[in-house]
């Protein structure tokens, strides 16, 4: 079975620019969730869903980012403009309820 | 202040030897879960740990979680390069999502 699908694996763009992170949860899987993660500060929850609906978006940084969910097989995480802060692997996971979280390999972002 | 302290936060250790990693808290926690990341790879979930005193081995790793719910610790016997990798505890709220240690950076030399 395929895993949880990130596209792409590795972006570098300039500052300013718009960036457009992809995810493709484990078919039947109810929640899904994006992650950042950075040196400095580990691990850190964006924003998750259960059943296509945001349910806590608290992480998320600012305004600048946006994470969005239209049917189940597919979010997407944007960022715009895009700072070299927000340099870091972002990765979305998926669940079925309380079991498992399946991670993804990642995206690894690179803004100069 | 992290809710889950991990020690050591960097491990570098020879082909062999016995390791023993730490996920500290002041709070008490109905379950833990222990990860291992791979360089370029996403956290796989290794254990749950979900009563006190609890012991649950996988192979050479000995997951255990403290009597009183607030720590676990995974030892490592024997440890080999495939074991190379950041070891995170975290604990799973009861809304699904996960509460993360900073992690454990081990690498294990040949």
């Known amino acids: 079975d395929a895993g949880v699908i990130q596209s792409p694996r590795h972006e570098v763009t300039e500052m300013g620019q718009e960036v457009t992170l992809r995810c493709k949860p484990i078919?039947?899987?109810?929640?899904l969730f994006w992650y950042r993660q950075t040196m400095m500060r580990g691990l850190e929850l964006l924003i998750y869903?259960?059943?296509?609906?945001?349910?806590?978006d608290s992480g998320m940084p600012e305004d600048r980012f946006s994470a969005k969910m239209p049917n189940a097989s597919f979010s997407t995480l944007k960022i715009q403009p895009s700072e070299p802060r927000d340099s870091a692997v972002y990765f979305c996971?998926?669940?079925?309820?309380?079991?498992?979280?399946?991670f993804g390999e990642g995206s690894w972002l690179t803004v100069v | 202040t992290q809710l889950l302290e991990q020690s050591p936060q960097f491990l570098s250790i020879q082909e062999g030897e016995n390791l023993t990693v730490y996920c500290n808290s002041s709070?008490?926690?109905?379950?833990l879960q222990w990860y291992r990341q791979e360089p370029g790879e996403g956290p796989v979930l290794l254990v749950t740990?979900?009563?006190g005193g609890e012991v649950k081995k996988l192979k050479r790793l000995t997951f255990q979680f403290g009597d009183a719910r607030k720590d676990s610790s995974l030892h490592i016997t024997a440890a080999q390069p495939g074991d190379t990798g950041l070891y995170l505890c975290?604990?799973?709220?009861?809304?699904?999502?996960?509460?993360w240690g900073a992690g454990t950076k081990l690498i294990i030399k040949p």
């Open positions: 078919s039947g899987h109810d929640y």
């Open positions: 709070s008490v926690f109905s379950s």
């Open positions: 869903f259960n059943n296509n609906v945001p349910i806590d």
């Open positions: 996971a998926s669940s079925l309820e309380g079991n498992t979280i399946y």
């Open positions: 975290a604990w799973r709220t009861s809304n699904y999502q996960l509460i």
């Open positions: 740990v979900v009563t």
